[in-house]
């Protein structure tokens, strides 16, 4: 099962970067159907991954995804489930 990863750590400090970042990796799990999308926001203070939470809840990114699940081992990465019919 193949799955993308998005490392943020290069670019934790540009807000834009991130949002499209995200937006990309979202596209292409859509359009290649791959249900798994890895987010490694990593540990630090936890804005990063606050950040990439409320990307998770906009309006228009909401219903891209089925489900999200935060990594019980690991509390810098969270896992975005989709899909397809």
Avoid: W
């Amino acid at each position: 099962m193949a799955k993308i990863k998005v490392d943020l750590h290069p670019i934790y400090n540009n807000s834009n970067a991130i949002d499209k970042a995200l937006l990309q990796a979202f596209e292409e799990a859509i359009e290649k159907r791959i249900t798994e999308v890895e987010i490694i926001p990593g540990n630090g203070s936890g804005q990063l991954k606050k950040k990439v939470q409320r990307f998770l809840q906009m309006p228009h990114i909401k219903p891209l995804y089925h489900c999200i699940e935060n990594d019980s081992k690991n509390f810098g990465r969270l896992f975005v489930y989709f899909k397809f019919k």
